[in-house]
């Protein structure tokens, strides 16, 4: 599962809407339905989004990893050498 699809799954299991979230980290609403397409996203915006979210990046890829079975790790080596 890409990580734009994971995103929203937690947005939604929070009762979090995706203006919100936008509003909240100062983006637009336009940007923010990009991010939710998005397969990968940027260290910097993982680590921006799950400041947010109150969690670690570890922890999202973990999120992935439950809903899809397995994770593509090349795409999150750079998250995981971060931490």
Same mark, same amino acid.
């Given at each position: 599962?890409?990580?734009? =699809?994971?995103?929203? #799954? %937690?947005?939604?299991?929070? @009762? %979090?809407? =995706?203006?919100?979230?936008? &509003?909240?980290?100062?983006?637009?609403?336009?940007?923010?339905?990009? %991010?939710?397409?998005?397969?990968?996203? &940027?260290?910097?915006?993982?680590?921006?989004?799950?400041?947010?979210?109150?969690?670690?990046?570890?922890?999202?890829?973990?999120?992935?990893?439950?809903? #899809?079975? =397995?994770? #593509?790790? @090349? =795409?999150?080596?750079?998250?995981?050498?971060?931490?």
């Amino acid at each position: 599962m890409h990580c734009g =699809k994971v995103l929203q #799954d %937690i947005l939604y299991e929070r @009762r %979090i809407t =995706k203006a919100q979230f936008a &509003r909240t980290l100062g983006i637009s609403p336009q940007r923010m339905s990009q %991010i939710a397409r998005q397969e990968s996203m &940027r260290t910097d915006q993982l680590e921006r989004i799950c400041r947010y979210l109150d969690m670690l990046p570890s922890e999202f890829v973990k999120v992935m990893e439950s809903q #899809d079975g =397995k994770a #593509d790790f @090349r =795409k999150w080596q750079e998250v995981l050498a971060d931490e």
